[in-house]
């Protein structure tokens, strides 16, 4: 760009771990990566476990900054309604929506296994994972180490906490994407249409290079993934209803 790259600036939100600084690794590996290309850079951490605490004033917004919010399957651990009568999801998603960003973009994982009553989320968690499950059957061997690694590390915790975990000890909360869909424009944002060049070319390695179970399309702006005939995640791009797109 014409005087060099501009300054980038990263606020990195998360949980607090013990015996572990995720966020402040992330920092320094990002500023070794931008030293690279000589693009001037700066970290901010945040690390709080009640995420609707947050304020404007923490995230250290400047003026004429573009600013870019990207919430990738994060939002399924936040609490809701059945929680908290002062949602925490509809919480953080007024406070992106009073960050006034250029783009927010979110993914999410397209659940339905957040009923508080026990058999119906025993029944959605079953369809969801017997998916991801399948999937790992049709595409890697039983004894490949990625695969051991996610189903004992990440799906066995998770499946876990949907099963046994009741009230605030439950943090896998995933919603179906239409639910976002209603939370995000009642927050005060509207959905921009997915680029038809990516999604092509999206959907043209998928047919080229995937196995034929392996599902993405576009419904309503949202690029759906999946296995089969389940959906497991969806993707989306939001600005405030102000902003022109």
Request: aromatic share 12%; glycine share 6%.
């Amino acid at each position: 760009m014409p005087g060099g790259p501009p300054k980038l600036r990263i606020t990195g939100i998360n949980l607090p771990q013990p015996g572990f600084r995720p966020a402040e690794e992330t920092g320094r590996l990002l500023a070794r990566y931008c030293e690279r290309f000589n693009v001037p850079f700066e970290y901010n951490a945040i690390v709080i476990q009640n995420w609707e605490r947050i304020e404007i004033k923490d995230l250290k917004l400047e003026s004429g900054e573009f600013v870019a919010v990207n919430c990738l399957f994060r939002f399924e651990n936040l609490s809701d309604e059945t929680v908290d009568v002062e949602c925490p999801r509809d919480a953080v998603l007024s406070l992106i929506q009073k960050m006034n960003p250029d783009i927010f973009v979110q993914g999410v994982t397209n659940g339905s296994y957040n009923s508080p009553f026990f058999v119906t989320r025993f029944q959605e968690a079953l369809l969801h994972y017997s998916a991801l499950f399948d999937m790992f059957d049709a595409t890697l061997p039983r004894d490949n180490q990625q695969r051991l690694h996610f189903e004992q590390e990440l799906y066995r915790r998770e499946a876990m906490n949907v099963i046994a975990c009741e009230g605030a000890e439950r943090v896998e909360r995933p919603e179906t994407y239409e639910q976002w869909q209603v939370r995000n424009v009642r927050a005060g944002f509207k959905i921009l249409p997915l680029n038809q060049e990516v999604m092509k070319t999206l959907k043209d390695n998928v047919e080229a290079g995937y196995h034929r179970d392996f599902v993405l399309y576009e419904d309503g702006n949202w690029m759906v993934q999946g296995w089969k005939d389940r959906i497991i995640c969806a993707s989306s791009c939001w600005i405030p209803l102000h902003r022109s797109c």
